[in-house]
Each structure stands twice: as structure tokens, then as C-alpha cells.
């Protein structure tokens, strides 16, 4: 189990839809101990896999005294109930922006042993369960903006202290991916 380094606005990993998890082995396990990790290190409500650099449908959560993980989620809606709040993103840090979610959502997916999972979630779990999925395809909450909210938050993006648009994202190799390109080494 080790902490992580987060990858941030810009890398192409975070929109880039994640592919699911067919090994349900000790691999999977390891990057699930990692994201919980990292989340708790930098006391983030959920992790997901991408933001690790890892292109599968994994992310993990801590809200409300809930500690959990979900893997290969489906969302549905049991109704048309809005919320509206702030939200943020540990690879956006430091930001937040009023964000329209759904109030209600039930997570369904496996755990990392491939055993089925149900999530039930309002409010702040709902709000995670929805964000972390949609790193999952590629989505980020900046996407959810209305155009006056997106233009404002980029403005802000390019003022925070961590962004820096001359350089390039720096891609690293994850270490849950043992051939990552197919190469067979």
C-alpha cells in the first residue's frame, strides 16, 4: 500500500474514457489499497483510478464515515431530484465550484474480490458516486458547468499555483499496469 502522486488538469489520462476490470486478482487489490491511500492521504471523499494514471473503472470513497471502493459502477437514478453545491477535485486542488448533481443514486458494481455490490447514495455520496464515475469515462465535474461557471473556473485553473500551461503533462507509468502497451517484457 503506498501513497500515490495525483495526476492533475491537463493530463490526458483524466479524459480518457477507463477500461473495465476483467482480473478480479491481487493486482486489483494493491491499486484499490493505493487509491485509499492516496485518497486519505490527501483527504479527498473519493479517488479514482485514472487520477492514479490507471485506465480501469476502479475509484474509492470516504464519505460520511463510509470507507469503500466500486468497481466496473453502473449509476441509476430513482428519481429526477436535484442538488446544487459546491464540489472539488484532487486533481483540480484547491477549487470549487457549484455543481448540479442528481440527490439520489444507486451504485451497482463488484467489489475487488468480483463479488456484486450495491451503493445507495443521497446527498454527499450521491455527489461522489456520480463524480467519481465520470472520471471513470472521462468526465470531469468541469464538464457539468454551465458555460459561465466553466469560463470561470478555467480563469481560475490558469491562476492556481499548480498549473502551468508551457509545460507538457508529465505521463508515468503506473505500477499496477505490468505491460501496459502489450510489449511482453
Known sequence: MTVQPIRLFGDPVLRTPADPVVDFDAELRRLVADLTDTMREQNGAGLAAPQLGVSLRV????????????????????????????????????????????QNVIAKGFSSFGDPMQIVGTGLMARCLQHETD??????????????????????IRQAEWYDAAAPPTVK???HISDPFGLGR
Open 59 to 102: 475509484f474509492t470513497f470516504d464519505v460520511d464515515d463510509v470507507l469503500g471502493h466500486l468497481i466496473n459502477p453502473v449509476l441509476e437514478f430513482p428519481d429526477e431530484e436535484e442538488q446544487d453545491g459546491p464540489e472539488g477535485c484532487l486533481s483540480i486542488p484547491g477549487l470549487y465550484f457549484d455543481t448540479k448533481r442528481r
Open 135 to 156: 472520471h471513470l469515462d472521462g468526465v470531469l465535474f468541469l464538464d457539468r458547468l454551465d458555460s459561465q461557471g466553466r469560463k470561470e473556473a478555467m480563469k481560475a
Open 173 to 175: 507509468l503506473s505500477p
